[in-house]
């Protein structure tokens, strides 16, 4: 699995699965199983590609280093960023997963050995999928309501976009 360094001591990773059962009680059992770690499941046609998520979960990180988290918990606030609202219900509906048919994202935070563990538990009780599926950049947009041009010149800028979009808008609420 591929570490992405969000700070010096903490990590992140993002794995494609496939479920056979509730994602809410599978996320409840990682959770339970691994609780140094931030853990949550990401429907992946939320989500642009894979700076979009680092970008993310960045901005989550600062958001609670700063005391400044939109809701209580990292795992919601992500999820909120990440859908560019500032209502959780919208954002669980929009970003979060209800079905193990979805595509999904298993993106897990903390200390580089506590991620290893997780991920090669990952392996060995899932079904880790080759790729992940990223969502239509146009189709995301338009569910977020940003009216923004898409060309193959702006695809690198919308992860940076949306990002910049959330921060307006919870600006107002902090």
Known sequence: MKLFKISNKLFC??????LKSNPQKILVKFRKL??????????????????HLIWAVKQTCEAQNRGILLAKKFEIDLLLRLSVTGQIGEAIKYAGVSSPE?????????????LNKFNSWLENNFIIL?????????????????????????????????????????????
Do not use: C, M, R
Request: hydrophobic residues 40%.
């Open 102 to 114: 979805q595509n999904l994202i298993v993106i897990s935070l903390g200390p580089k050995n506590q």
């Open 13 to 18: 990773t993002f794995v494609p699965v496939k």
């Open 130 to 174: 080759p790729l992940i599926h990223y969502g239509n950049p146009k189709e995301i947009l338009k569910k977020l309501n940003i009216n923004y041009p898409v060309s193959n010149s702006t695809k690198s800028d919308l992860p940076l976009l949306l990002l910049s979009h959330s921060a307006l808008i919870f600006a107002d609420k902090t």
């Open 34 to 51: 691994f609780p140094n770690l931030k853990i949550q499941l990401i429907n992946s046609n939320s989500i642009i590609n894979e700076d």
